[in-house]
């Protein structure tokens, strides 16, 4: 069989699409939670923050045992504490258990990562960059399904803890599947010539010029820009569209709307590309610069006509540049896959806390298209990340 795993493909694809809606699903609640557990709406931004908390504290674990117990397990192991965290966030009635819940979907979130992008990269060696970059797909897909069910679920005047249980119950059904569901062995995938028939073949580097502190620091902290790069648009794109060009309020959401489309679109792009024309070491290079150039438009030009396009080039540039960081960054450091991964998730985590204070401290004091020019910030920093790492990985190759 050409594709012996995609089966397991399937399941982790099935996982970051439910990923996709619980990133969303505690903001999308925000009303119904805050009444729930009796505090204000900004307790639940708080609540938010402690899932970012979780990942960062358990990814660097999560990805020594994903090294040394395998993808599987750890997998595995995270759909069915996803179930506790959608099960009991809706049953709970004081704030303190569900900052212990929102803890733990921080683990799952390491977890996850953990698992399965070494696992997809040991099942598709050859086409690594575009199995990884359709987990953003599926991402988007999940955060774009969500709100369809909590809406839904208003229209019918159901239980809003309908909208954590059908996730829940896709978990279990995942969880059921995967157990089932056989996993490549990193073992014999260190020692194991493959046959290449693409003609984008990895271009093997120099283990002796290969350095930790350059490669791996530039990968981690590009890392960290590209998370922050589309945080920021997530988080304040709609207020931009209020506060500078006046619009609606649900003109402004609509821009989000927009982002997530042309997000979606990228991505599928990308993952043709990356199978037959480009590498993501490349891509690297090119996306961030698109980001660039579309955020400085953005800040310097006010037609509402021109934002929806702009929106729609804001998701189409910055969707799949941190998934391309964790391939390169697995790809480079091939010997221990989990705790690569682990690193670049680590500094993800850390922009998840850290942008949404810098930027409403930004929007506090300064207004938020200031939030926008420290985006601009963001995405050069990622451009001469990205040039760097460039030529870094040109240098390390064996051929030169």
């Known amino acids: 069989m050409k594709y012996p795993y995609w089966k397991m493909a399937s399941g982790i694809y099935l996982n970051y699409l439910l990923l996709g809606m619980v990133n969303i699903i505690l903001s999308s609640n925000m009303s119904f939670l805050s009444q729930q557990l009796g505090v204000e709406r900004t307790d639940i931004s708080s609540l938010i923050s402690v899932v970012g908390i979780g990942h960062l504290l358990s990814i660097n674990v999560s990805g020594k045992l994903s090294d040394r117990y395998g993808r599987k397990p750890l997998i595995v192991t995270a759909v069915f504490l996803y179930m506790i965290f959608l099960i009991g966030i809706p049953f709970t009635a004081q704030y303190k258990y569900a900052m212990g819940l929102a803890l733990i979907a921080g683990i799952c979130n390491s977890l996850l990562d953990s698992g399965s992008y070494p696992a997809l990269n040991e099942g598709f060696p050859n086409a690594a960059g575009t199995v ?83 490669e791996g620091v530039a990968l981690i902290l590009n890392g960290f820009a590209s998370v922050s790069l589309f945080n920021v648009v997530q988080i304040w794109l709609p207020t931009f569209g ?67 396009v702009v929106s729609f080039f804001l998701g189409f540039s910055m969707s799949g540049i941190f998934q391309l960081t964790a391939t390169v960054m697995m790809e480079l450091f091939s010997e221990k896959k989990g705790a690569s991964v682990s690193y670049v998730s680590a500094a993800a985590s850390i922009a998840f806390i850290v942008v949404p204070f810098v930027t409403s401290l930004l929007t506090k004091y300064l207004g938020v298209s200031s939030v926008f020019i420290f985006d601009i910030c963001l995405a050069f920093v990622s451009v001469v990340l990205g040039i760097y790492i460039f030529k870094r990985y040109k240098a390390i190759s064996v051929y030169n």
């Open 132 to 214: 990884t970059v359709l987990l953003k797909a599926f991402i988007s897909i999940g955060a774009v399904l969500l709100p369809i069910i909590i809406a839904f679920i208003i229209t019918n005047q159901m239980f809003y803890g309908y909208s954590f249980f059908v996730p829940a119950a896709l978990f279990l059904l995942s969880g059921l599947f995967l157990i089932r569901t056989n996993f490549p062995d990193p073992t014999k995938n260190k020692h194991k010539k493959q046959q290449v028939d693409d003609s984008h073949i990895k271009q093997p580097v120099d283990p002796a010029k290969l350095k930790f502190w350059k």
């Open 242 to 308: 209020q506060d500078v060009l006046h619009l609606s309020k649900v003109k402004s959401v609509e821009l989000l709307s927009y982002y997530g489309i042309g997000g979606i679109l990228s991505v599928l792009l990308l993952a043709i590309l990356l199978k037959r024309l480009m590498k993501p070491i490349t891509a690297m290079v090119i996306y961030p610069c698109m980001a660039l150039i579309t955020l400085i438009v953005l800040q310097f030009n006010h037609n509402p006509t021109i934002l929806t």
